[in-house]
Nanobody, 117 residues
């Protein structure tokens, strides 16, 4: 069973940079599409960026965020630059572990990002 653990969140000021790692254990990480999602209070969980098993990224937040993966470390990263107050949310890491790589079926518990203006 795959387990995902996110870290790196915290309180930052608007304009700062932040890197969120998500470490996977117990599965075949290199074969999974991975993604970062976020959920603000009272809102739905939205995708931020995803990366295929072969390393191709797709962004839903354009221009400021970068997703990457290190298969040797079973880790996917989200680099957040020039953060804005509207980026404040719980950031969750997801894995698509089935043959349908668009269906994210495994989740971490999330890491809170708070942005002060």
């Amino acid at each position: 069973q795959v387990r995902l653990i996110e870290s790196g969140g915290g309180l930052v000021q608007a304009g700062d940079s932040l890197r969120l790692p998500c470490v996977a254990s117990g599965g075949a990480f290199s074969t999974y599409a991975m993604g970062w999602f976020r959920q603000a209070p009272g809102k739905e969980r939205d995708p931020v960026a995803v990366i295929s098993a072969s390393g191709d990224p797709k962004y839903y937040v354009k221009g400021r965020f970068t997703i990457s993966r290190d298969n040797a470390k079973n880790t996917v990263y989200l680099q957040m630059n020039s953060v804005k107050p509207e980026d404040a949310a719980v950031y969750l890491c997801g894995a698509a572990t089935t043959i349908d790589d668009s269906r994210y079926d495994t989740w971490g518990q999330g890491t809170q990002v708070t942005v002060s203006s």
